[in-house]
């Protein structure tokens, strides 16, 4: 049986720094990279993303999206990067942000964080339109599992602020009910518990302490998207030291196909981040 | 070139009627039918179901969870699925509640918008979590290749109310924000519009004045989840003829595997359906 999330992410951003490198293959990375837009070109982006990213990241992000495009053939590379992901022994987050009511939450958190599926991940993204009551089915087997859940609390889209800043009916923002919501399932202070959110470093710190989440923050907006490892150390300010994870893409994506490049990249992002954090 | 999704669903609602069967091989279904939870009980349910819906359904309305739980196996279903749907000449609607960043969008729109995708359908649910604005790929890509998609405004599960029904700084709520964004999106009162909503007939009834929506609505929460043809008329009284589409899921599923008592199920709550909204 393996060890709860919470404690394996600590554990992994203590000894490598607190950098995730996003896996996004889209279209435009693949022109970039002179590769075609095909599932051979997915493969190829892919491998080498994960393989800049050994032993330097705390973790992997996969994004879905760019897998779905091509079917089943793509899902079929995603297993693969998966595999390979845990042979390597780095951790696995997907970034599905899949959601919807809770008996067919059931049928995403099989496929994403149940031991059987091809698809298994250390964690996974998911978002709460449908509620956070409804991704239970997340949570439930994630515990079972030892393996994580982040909910979208603040994205790092301009775009997401009308939504997330609401007010519900108790004159709280959506996204801090989002926040409470994971801190009272985690019910701890030193954020070891399996259950995280995601808030982008490009938005306003919320209303919510940050530091009793009681699980780790997963931080997309770093890089191309505009906040530096300075801006993250802000926000996160008093977080429990391991709780913090900065996603990394396209900045360093952008320094492939060649491989050194890319490592180097990998490696500079991973340094800042851990020095600011520190 | 086909013709734009929301004249296409509006001609074959007025010939068949306001039924979208929904296609739900979960855990539970297959279990209650005695077959195994596997690939191949998957494929036996989807394709049962399927045949169920021709000439009696709309569309029909596979959940993409219960394929996704399978990995690029269940994908390999979903693509025949699909496959032989278009071949009877039946509409689809991917249930997948994809949303992300606009960029990420991109590529969800690709997989299941795009004419050389192996997932293509004529229509895809989509989650507003990170704003209406960020969807804007699908948007494009829908109208290009005359597909569709259908936003989530307030779906059928009590849990959705807090986010859905929070008020955004204008004092809107987030249901009525989505409701009108793809109002203004369609430009037009005959509801003729590609772009439609997700709104549940378990829920009251939003601000916004539906028959102005300018395109379908897709009605979850029918049957098993407690509302009748009844609610759903009285909820969508004056919208264009047309414009709305009932899924029933479970309600009809459960009268399976046996074949003319699926058919039979699906026959009749497409009569009571085209009845109530006559």
């Known amino acids: 049986m ?13 000894a ?15 022109e970039s990279w002179d590769r075609p837009d095909s599932v051979e070109g997915l493969e190829f982006a892919a491998l ?34 998966l595999s390979d992901a845990r042979d390597a022994d780095i951790l696995t987050i997907a970034d599905a942000k899949r959601g919807d009511v809770a008996p067919t939450n059931v049928g995403y958190a ?16 998911v978002s709460p339109y449908l509620g956070v009551g409804a991704l239970s089915p997340f949570f439930a087997l994630a515990q079972e599992a030892g393996r994580g859940v982040f909910v979208l609390a603040a994205t790092s889209n301009e775009e997401g602020r009308a939504v997330q800043s609401a007010r519900t009916r108790d004159d ?16 701890r202070d030193d954020g070891l518990g399996s259950i995280g959110a995601v808030l982008g470093a490009t938005r306003d710190r919320p209303e919510f302490h940050l530091p009793s ?3 780790p923050f997963l931080v997309p907006g770093v890089g191309a998207q505009g906040a530096t490892a300075e801006h993250v150390a802000r926000m996160f300010d008093r977080c429990p030291q391991g709780t913090v994870l900065a996603n990394v893409s396209r900045s360093i994506l952008q320094a492939g196909p060649d491989r050194a490049g890319l490592r180097d990249a990998a490696q500079r ?3 800042d981040l851990a020095r600011a954090l520190a």
């Open 2 to 14: 393996r060890d709860p999330f919470g404690a394996r992410l600590q554990e992994r951003v203590r």
């Open 16 to 30: 490598l720094g607190p950098l995730c490198m996003g896996i996004d293959p889209s279209t435009l990375l693949l």
């Open 48 to 81: 080498a993303a994960l393989e800049a990213a050994l032993d330097v990241a705390a973790a992997i992000k996969p994004q879905v999206a760019f897998f779905e495009r091509f079917g089943s053939q793509g899902y079929r590379v995603l297993e693969r990067v």
């Open 110 to 125: 099989d496929a994403w964080l149940s031991d059987r599926s091809p698809l298994a991940v250390d964690a996974v993204t």
């Open 172 to 187: 709280e923002k959506v996204e801090d009910l989002v926040l409470r919501s994971v801190s009272e399932m985690n019910g």
């Open 213 to 215: 989440l009681g699980g």
């Open 269 to 271: 992002w991973r340094d």
